[in-house]
């Protein structure tokens, strides 16, 4: 499989078994992206890295510049993209530390520059996103965790908002009704803009706590870092068998 980055997000602004080779600075007609882009390998497989919010980890949700970070990965010829991103958790299943492999979207965002197809003269395209993950990357990440061994839910609908604060309990109970079982801040536009050039794009996300009036007491930063620090873990395992096993194929 040709030229595979990962977007890593909070609780993964390093991958630390991949062995960087060059970093690229990209400029692109959107701005700057978050970070220079780590090229290196991983178990042997080249493997371009981005750390969405910046390294360090500095840079809000809402003020990534996500056209400039994909328009970046396709000019170093990416084509197929994982990105790594810390979720709540809504229904049951989805309990901190675990890991969940969406198969939909439903934006809450706003105000984000959210398309390509904007610019003067452009012919408006109406791109199909019914399903907005690759199929064919969703099945080789779960085969991947099978052969892991790293437990992981196959389908679940992610559910994109503003941030950065976190929902009301309100809020995360309408995102229920709607269909919701995980809730994070970074999934949209950057799904949307890696169909919209082209580019196999797939989603693994880490509970990083139970979604707001999901458990008793406040979500605190301290509960999040300790479920990422194992979600991640796992995560950057499942990364790693991921990479071997595509070589293969
Ligand atoms: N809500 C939104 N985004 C998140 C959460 C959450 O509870 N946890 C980690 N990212």
Redesign the pocket.
Known sequence: MNHLAIIGGTGLSQLSDLKIIKSEQIATPYGAPSADFNIGELNGKQVIFLARHGNPHAIAPHKINYCANIWGLKQLGVENIIAVA???GITPEMVPAHITIPDQIIDYSYGRKHTFFEDEGEPVTHIDFSYPYSQTLRSKLIHAAKQAGIPISPIGTYGC?Q?PR??TAAEIKRMEQDGCDL???TGMPEAVLARELGINYVAVAVI??W??GKAEGE?TMAE?EQNLHKGMANAAELLKIFVAMISES
């Open positions: 810390a979720v709540g908002t941030g976190l929902e809730v994070g801040m990083a706590n979604a707001a979500i999040i």
